[in-house]
């Protein structure tokens, strides 16, 4: 790593606001790897902080899930959507906790992202679609740390976007020397997130660089070229990134499984509104 950039990740692992995982999250954690708690214990122990419960549980019910009866409890929560995803909610809602209105479209990428995500990873083999789910979600994570912390830089790059006709990752490169897939993977590193969601995280741009979650990796790949090919949310540019080849053979979608994917990415994001943000 260039001097440069181990310095950007100690300065991005030492910012000041930057939420840190929840003490919450460390607590569950450790009550689900003992085995000794239920479900309920685990619902009890986050229904303990009021704010984070109202925000699961309204994430539980936005259209993003699509459950057709009300998710009453966090108990319900839990069962329905599985801890991780949980876990992905409360993370998630301390990451866009950083974010103003005015990244209401990076939001509607990012949920689009993890509803696309899932239904890719429902056609391929991949057994959990609750961690693409959650790895769409994420996937952006350095996006945000950019437009919540780094506002002057993020100035220069919007900059280049608008002015120069540049992708929101050529412009961060020209600005900072590295884009926001190093970021995210900065600060899920000192999250000590899973390594399968770093990958994704890290390599959603260039999916051949996945060594841990390369299949995953692919599938937010493509989830994320679709979601902005149907200019679905704001990813930061007018630009599709390119496709990998190498990631789609991966994914060794047939024409129908694909077709089952449009569907769902057009009867989910095209036609409704399932982009509601959590507030
Ligand atoms: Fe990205
Ligand atoms: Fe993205």
Request: glycine residues 8%.
């Amino acid at each position: 790593m260039s001097d440069q950039r181990a310095e950007a990740r100690k300065k991005i692992q030492l910012l000041k606001n930057l939420p840190t995982l929840p003490g919450m999250i460390e607590q569950i954690s450790r009550a689900v790897d003992s085995k000794r708690f239920t479900v309920a214990d685990i619902g009890n122990l986050i229904s303990r902080d009021q704010v984070l419960s109202a925000k699961v549980l309204k994430l539980a019910n936005s259209a993003f899930f699509g459950f057709s009866r009300k998710v009453g409890s966090l108990t319900q929560a839990l069962m329905l959507l599985g801890f991780d995803v949980v876990k992905g909610l409360i993370l998630t809602s301390s990451v866009f906790d950083m974010m103003k209105d005015r990244d209401q479209g990076l939001w509607e990428h990012s949920m689009g992202v993890a509803t696309a995500s899932s239904l890719i990873a429902q056609q391929v083999d991949l057994p959990d679609a609750e961690e693409a789910s959650l790895a769409g979600l994420l996937h952006d994570l350095g996006k945000v740390v950019l437009r919540a912390q780094m506002t002057e830089d993020m100035q220069s790059i919007v900059e280049l976007v608008e002015v120069e006709g540049m992708s929101i990752r050529q412009a961060e490169h020209e600005v900072l020397g590295f884009d926001h897939s190093h970021i995210g993977m900065w600060l899920a590193e000192s999250w000590k997130l899973p390594e399968e969601l770093m990958d994704p995280i890290r390599w959603h741009h260039q999916p051949e660089g996945a060594r841990k979650a390369p299949l995953l990796t692919a599938v937010v790949h493509l989830a994320d070229i679709m979601v902005r090919g149907y200019g679905h949310g704001d990813g930061g540019d007018p630009w599709v990134p390119e496709l990998d080849r190498g990631a789609l053979r991966l994914l060794n979608l047939t024409p129908q499984k694909l077709e089952r994917v449009v569907d769902g990415i057009c009867e989910k994001l095209v036609n409704s509104g399932a982009d509601m943000p959590p507030h």
